[in-house]
């Protein structure tokens, strides 16, 4: 079982900067394939960038390339969500996901991917 909390979301202008972070539970967090998620009011969840167990390779939604980034401290069991020059359309509810690398199906945007999810922090972009 792992657990994840999320921190980091709250309100800031656009064009601005926030950092998620995403703790997880567990002594075998390094095995674990990451991934965010947001979900906009009356939108389905989607996807928004992954990186697998090393940190080594990583995928982006095309809506968040070369403005987001995604980061993993597997010593302190944290993944993290870099998010810059936000704009009012990144408002959203924001997940962190798990899955173990060896259930891990290939595909980064699939929500049935993953296993554990968190409970979501809120991410508000001012215009």
């Known amino acids: 079982q792992v657990q994840l909390v999320e921190s980091g979301g709250g309100l800031v202008q656009a064009g601005g900067s926030l950092r998620l972070a995403c703790a997880a539970s567990g002594r075998t967090f390094s095995s674990y394939t990451m991934g965010w998620f947001r979900q906009a009011p009356g939108k389905e969840r989607e996807f928004v960038a992954g990186?697998?167990?090393?940190?080594?390779?990583?995928n982006y939604a095309d809506s968040v390339k070369g403005r987001f980034t995604i980061a993993r401290d597997n010593g302190k069991n944290t993944v993290y969500l870099q998010m810059n020059s936000l704009k009012p359309e990144d408002t959203a509810v924001y997940y962190c996901?798990?899955?173990?690398?060896?259930?891990?199906?290939?595909?980064?945007?699939?929500?049935?991917?993953?296993?554990?999810w968190g409970q979501g922090t809120q991410v508000t972009v001012s215009s």
């Open positions: 990186i697998n167990w090393s940190g080594a390779i990583t």
């Open positions: 996901a798990a899955v173990h690398r060896l259930r891990y199906s290939g595909y980064w945007y699939r929500i049935s991917s993953y296993d554990y």
